[in-house]
């Protein structure tokens, strides 16, 4: 992808051009998130996912597979892999001038983590040996090489999230017992139910479970302080793609940009594989960005601001977007997952 600089004001300095067909990378912009679902991060750091814990905000829901996009049935015949894509936290934005005021016309900003390609099982898992799909290519999973991450001493409010191994993390309140009570979900989405996560007292063991999340708490209100938190992670992953092996990394460069991320449940089964944007995306209704070899083109059409509503085409599938081009495009696991997620929280918080 050939790369370009453009010289914009003080403000967006270093904005980079993806080329071909001339989309927006924003190397930095401030972004009025709602506090509500974009929480502060806690928890480990050394595997962190820029915007894990970003919820989208009034998404496009469209539960077809976009045009291009792949099932793959798996060895079973009735389960099967899906490609789905999810894009969070985009907002209107404008260029500023050198007094701070807007101008130029109107863009959309996607900030890094905000755009996620997803393959996901439709049910349970995809076991070692099963077929799965990467960016259209069935492929096999040959290995898998699965460790627990261990958070210690940090705290988080009733309401926040943090990320430990695999998994977002949101307390909630305490349970009817004093102890904590959470929500789980994956980096890049998927959710059963307010899953029964092992929470004990600092210095008393859990008795043995299936799930491998568990934390040790000295105190639990509306602030919960954690001993230690832990959560299966799954460092890499080898594929069979066309033929040839491919080893992936948790963290590691797919495209340039671009950085993939392999998914597991809490007892260690793969459920998914993401991709993230490592950098901020800008997108203006002049070109068309063209992402993951062809795989994905985001057109803008018209975006307007008085009503808040943004038409734009995703593989030219034509969608209205509020506010931004928020979307959860296909039934993954993951796009039930964070479906699931917005409405319970949103019912917890009477809204």
């Known amino acids: 992808?050939?790369?370009?600089?453009?010289?914009?004001?003080?403000?967006?300095?270093?904005?980079?051009?993806?080329?071909?067909?001339?989309?927006?990378?924003?190397?930095?912009?401030?972004?009025?998130?709602?506090?509500?679902?974009?929480?502060?991060?806690?928890?480990?750091?050394?595997?962190?996912?820029?915007?894990?814990?970003?919820?989208?905000?009034?998404?496009?829901?469209?539960?077809?597979?976009?045009?291009?996009?792949?099932?793959?049935?798996?060895?079973?015949?009735?389960?099967?892999?899906?490609?789905?894509?999810?894009?969070?936290?985009?907002?209107?934005?404008?260029?500023?001038?050198?007094?701070?005021?807007?101008?130029?016309?109107?863009?959309?900003?996607?900030?890094?983590?905000?755009?996620?390609?997803?393959?996901?099982?439709?049910?349970?898992?995809?076991?070692?040996?099963?077929?799965?799909?990467?960016?259209?290519?069935?492929?096999?999973?040959?290995?898998?090489?699965?460790?627990?991450?261990?958070?210690?001493?940090?705290?988080?409010l009733a309401g926040r999230s943090f990320d430990v191994g695999d998994s977002v993390i949101t307390y909630l309140m305490p349970g009817p017992k004093g102890g904590p009570e959470v929500l789980w979900r994956t980096l890049d989405g998927v959710s059963i139910r307010p899953h029964p996560l092992d929470e004990y007292p600092a210095g008393h063991v859990p008795p043995k479970s299936s799930t491998r999340i568990f934390g040790a708490y000295t105190h639990a209100g509306q602030l919960a302080e954690y001993a230690s938190f832990s959560a299966p992670l799954l460092l890499s992953e080898t594929w069979r793609i066309g033929g040839k092996e491919k080893k992936v990394a948790a963290n590691s460069e797919w495209f340039p940009h671009f950085r993939m991320v392999p998914i597991s449940c809490p007892i260690g089964h793969h459920i998914g594989l993401m991709v993230y944007n490592d950098v901020p995306i800008l997108l203006d209704t002049d070109h068309e960005m063209t992402l993951y070899d062809g795989a994905l083109k985001i057109r803008l059409v018209k975006i307007h601001e008085k009503s808040g509503k943004v038409v734009f085409a995703l593989n030219g599938r034509p969608y209205t977007g509020t506010h931004g081009i928020d979307s959860l495009i296909g039934k993954g696991r993951a796009i039930s997952g964070i479906k699931n997620t917005i409405a319970t929280l949103r019912k917890l918080r009477g809204t």
């Open 1 to 156: 992808m050939r790369l370009w600089i453009s010289l914009v004001l003080a403000l967006v300095a270093g904005i980079l051009l993806a080329g071909g067909r001339g989309a927006a990378r924003a190397a930095s912009w401030p972004l009025p998130f709602d506090p509500f679902l974009a929480p502060e991060s806690f928890g480990c750091k050394h595997l962190l996912i820029p915007g894990a814990e970003l919820l989208p905000h009034d998404p496009v829901v469209d539960s077809r597979v976009l045009p291009g996009w792949k099932e793959i049935p798996m060895k079973d015949g009735k389960n099967k892999t899906i490609e789905s894509l999810i894009i969070k936290g985009s907002t209107v934005v404008h260029k500023k001038d050198k007094d701070g005021k807007p101008t130029g016309p109107p863009m959309v900003l996607i900030p890094t983590g905000g755009l996620l390609y997803d393959a996901t099982p439709l049910e349970t898992h995809l076991p070692v040996g099963d077929r799965g799909v990467i960016f259209g290519h069935r492929a096999v999973l040959l290995k898998k090489n699965l460790e627990e991450e261990t958070c210690h001493n940090f705290s988080v």
